[in-house]
């Protein structure tokens, strides 16, 4: 059982950055892939990024690709979303989710998920 809280959201202007953290309880953190998603108002929840369990491998949106950075410290059971450049477009609640294997792009394939914090981009 892995548990998840995201923090770091807020409103910020366009072209500003915002650090995301995604808190994980429970002492297999190190075995889960992690991944970012979001969903905004009367849209489908989206693959942002994900990372394996080791750190070693990452993989992106082409919408983000260049603007965000994912990385993990299993020393603190903490994964992070770095977001610079920040558009109006980016606007929606992140979601961190874990899965028990390798990362996938598919939000139905992650077992745990967070209850998400909103990230609003606007001047």
């Known amino acids: 059982q892995v548990q998840l809280v995201e923090s770091g959201g807020g409103l910020v202007q366009p072209g500003g950055s915002l650090r995301l953290s995604c808190a994980a309880s429970?002492?297999?953190?190190?075995?889960?892939?992690m991944g970012w998603f979001r969903q905004a108002p009367g849209k489908e929840r989206e693959f942002v990024a994900a990372i394996s369990w080791s750190g070693g491998s990452t993989y992106y949106a082409d919408s983000v690709k260049g603007r965000f950075t994912i990385s993990r410290d299993n020393a603190k059971n903490t994964v992070y979303l770095q977001m610079n450049s920040l558009k109006p477009e980016d606007t929606a609640v992140y979601y961190c989710?874990?899965?028990?294997?390798?990362?996938?792009?598919?939000?139905?394939?992650?077992?745990?998920w967070g209850q998400g914090t909103q990230v609003t981009v606007s001047s």
């Open positions: 429970g002492r297999t953190f190190s075995s889960y892939a």
């Open positions: 989710a874990a899965r028990s294997s390798w990362y996938r792009t598919d939000p139905d394939e992650y077992d745990y």
